[in-house]
């Protein structure tokens, strides 16, 4: 009559009956790890998040780095073609005495010509162009077409048929 310790727990009511329909795993699959099997692959996810996002800034960087030589490149080709446009063409003169005043770069600057050259460049005849860090005088139809080159080499082109903004004329010598 002896009874098995399992038999002698459950009437005394420290053990449940476990259930008769729970069977054992498999032999040939081994039980899940609950708790390794989550964080190996959320290690893999941020592993590879990590690598992706490594990968995104290299790309970027290098499409940064081909998009400013593509430019220097461009800048280049263009100061080529404005010197090319310009050569010989410029009509400073090295006689010249009479200063003209215009604005450029948030300053005051100044290019001399002879009087009949600052009358004809506040006529809208000549056109002061920006070239290596010296402005040169040329005709408005070089000027026009160093425009077309490069915009921000066209300094000064008087309009002559332009409103005055201010009630100072041009050819004023200061």
């Not at 692959?41 to 081909?66: H, M, N, P, S, V």
């Not at 400073?92 to 450029?104: E, G, I, K, S």
């Amino acid at each position: 009559m002896s009874e098995s310790l399992r038999d002698q727990l459950l009437k005394s009511g420290l053990a449940q009956k476990l259930k008769a329909e729970r069977k054992p795993p498999a032999p040939h699959k081994p039980a899940p790890k609950p708790h390794a099997a989550p964080r190996a692959k959320t290690e893999i996810d941020l592993a590879g998040a990590y690598a992706l996002r490594a990968k995104q800034e290299r790309e970027e960087r290098a499409r940064e780095q081909r998009e400013a030589e593509r430019l220097q490149r461009e800048k280049k080709e263009r100061k080529q073609k404005l010197a090319v446009l310009l050569n010989g063409k410029a009509l400073n003169a090295a006689d010249a005495d009479t200063p003209r005043h215009f604005p450029h770069g948030n300053k005051i600057r100044r290019v001399y010509g002879t009087p009949e050259q600052v009358a004809a460049l506040n006529r809208g005849e000549l056109a002061i162009v920006q070239l290596a860090g010296r402005y040169l005088l040329v005709t408005r139809e070089v000027a026009l077409a160093a425009q077309a080159i490069q915009p921000e080499s066209l300094v000064l082109l008087c309009d002559p048929n332009a409103p005055a903004e201010d009630d100072i004329p041009p050819d004023l010598m200061w």
